[in-house]
Protein backbone atom coordinates (compact mmCIF):
# COMPACT_ATOMS: atom_id res chain seq x y z
CA UNK A 1 0.00 0.00 0.00
CA UNK A 2 1.01 3.97 -0.27
CA UNK A 3 3.11 4.71 2.24
CA UNK A 4 4.85 7.97 2.49
CA UNK A 5 7.52 9.36 5.39
CA UNK A 6 8.57 12.96 5.53
CA UNK A 7 11.88 14.11 7.17
CA UNK A 8 13.79 17.12 7.44
CA UNK A 9 11.65 19.75 9.39
CA UNK A 10 12.83 21.58 12.55
CA UNK A 11 13.59 25.00 13.69
CA UNK A 12 15.15 27.68 11.99
CA UNK A 13 15.35 30.76 12.14
CA UNK A 14 14.00 33.27 10.04
CA UNK A 15 16.50 33.92 6.62
CA UNK A 16 17.21 30.03 6.84
CA UNK A 17 16.78 27.11 5.07
CA UNK A 18 15.37 23.51 5.10
CA UNK A 19 14.94 20.63 2.85
CA UNK A 20 12.16 18.61 3.20
CA UNK A 21 12.35 14.99 1.73
CA UNK A 22 9.22 12.36 1.08
CA UNK A 23 10.64 8.92 0.82
CA UNK A 24 7.91 7.32 -1.27
CA UNK A 25 6.62 3.57 -1.57
CA UNK A 26 4.07 1.27 -2.57
CA UNK A 27 3.08 2.64 -5.78
CA UNK A 28 4.46 3.60 -9.27
CA UNK A 29 6.69 6.70 -8.02
CA UNK A 30 8.00 7.41 -11.52
CA UNK A 31 4.41 8.07 -13.15
CA UNK A 32 3.30 9.93 -10.37
CA UNK A 33 2.37 13.62 -9.47
CA UNK A 34 3.19 14.29 -6.02
CA UNK A 35 2.65 17.46 -3.64
CA UNK A 36 3.47 18.96 -0.70
CA UNK A 37 0.93 20.80 1.23
CA UNK A 38 1.08 22.30 5.02
CA UNK A 39 -1.08 22.88 7.61
CA UNK A 40 -1.31 25.05 10.45
CA UNK A 41 -4.00 24.20 13.22
CA UNK A 42 -7.26 25.41 12.72
CA UNK A 43 -6.69 26.48 8.99
CA UNK A 44 -7.21 24.32 6.28
CA UNK A 45 -4.73 22.09 4.64
CA UNK A 46 -3.05 24.15 1.69
CA UNK A 47 -1.49 22.93 -1.28
CA UNK A 48 2.20 24.29 -1.72
CA UNK A 49 3.74 22.60 -4.36
CA UNK A 50 3.08 19.75 -7.08
CA UNK A 51 5.77 18.02 -9.36
CA UNK A 52 4.63 15.84 -12.07
CA UNK A 53 6.16 11.96 -13.22
CA UNK A 54 7.75 14.20 -16.12
CA UNK A 55 9.28 16.90 -13.60
CA UNK A 56 7.26 19.32 -14.55
CA UNK A 57 6.43 22.25 -11.51
CA UNK A 58 4.06 24.22 -10.06
CA UNK A 59 3.85 26.57 -7.00
CA UNK A 60 0.72 27.34 -5.85
CA UNK A 61 1.13 29.82 -2.61
CA UNK A 62 2.45 33.46 -4.09
CA UNK A 63 4.24 33.68 -0.68
CA UNK A 64 6.36 31.19 -1.34
CA UNK A 65 7.52 31.64 -5.15
CA UNK A 66 10.76 32.19 -5.40
CA UNK A 67 11.99 31.11 -2.15
CA UNK A 68 10.51 27.10 -2.49
CA UNK A 69 11.58 24.98 -4.84
CA UNK A 70 9.95 21.12 -5.42
CA UNK A 71 11.76 18.67 -7.08
CA UNK A 72 12.33 14.45 -7.31
CA UNK A 73 14.77 12.32 -7.64
CA UNK A 74 12.75 8.83 -9.48
CA UNK A 75 15.67 6.73 -8.66
CA UNK A 76 15.32 7.10 -5.07
CA UNK A 77 11.37 7.06 -4.93
CA UNK A 78 11.72 10.61 -3.03
CA UNK A 79 10.50 14.34 -3.29
CA UNK A 80 11.93 17.56 -1.96
CA UNK A 81 10.96 20.71 -1.10
CA UNK A 82 13.86 23.14 -0.65
CA UNK A 83 13.10 26.20 1.39
CA UNK A 84 15.04 29.27 1.47
CA UNK A 85 14.51 32.25 3.28
CA UNK A 86 12.80 31.30 5.65
CA UNK A 87 9.41 33.24 7.38
CA UNK A 88 7.45 32.88 10.68
CA UNK A 89 4.78 32.49 8.81
CA UNK A 90 5.79 29.30 6.97
CA UNK A 91 5.62 27.47 10.22
CA UNK A 92 2.88 24.85 9.52
CA UNK A 93 3.47 20.81 9.33
CA UNK A 94 4.55 19.62 6.11
CA UNK A 95 2.90 16.63 4.17
CA UNK A 96 3.53 15.27 1.09
CA UNK A 97 0.34 13.49 -0.98
CA UNK A 98 0.11 11.81 -3.97
CA UNK A 99 -2.16 13.29 -6.60
CA UNK A 100 -5.54 11.43 -6.82
CA UNK A 101 -4.78 9.16 -3.63
CA UNK A 102 -6.44 9.88 -0.36
CA UNK A 103 -3.35 8.69 2.23
CA UNK A 104 -1.50 11.25 4.37
CA UNK A 105 1.80 10.58 5.95
CA UNK A 106 2.62 12.07 9.59
CA UNK A 107 4.40 15.50 8.03
CA UNK A 108 7.18 16.71 9.53
CA UNK A 109 7.03 20.25 11.37
CA UNK A 110 8.76 23.35 10.22
CA UNK A 111 8.96 26.23 12.79
CA UNK A 112 10.48 29.75 11.98
CA UNK A 113 11.46 31.30 14.73
CA UNK A 114 14.36 33.89 16.39
Known amino acids: QVQLVESGGGLVQPGGSLRLSCAASGFTFRDSTMNWYRQVPGKERELVAR????????IYVDSVKGRFTISRDNAKNTVYLQMNSLKPEDTAVYLC???????WGQGTQVTVSS
Open 51 to 58: ITGGGIRF
Open 97 to 103: NVLGVPY
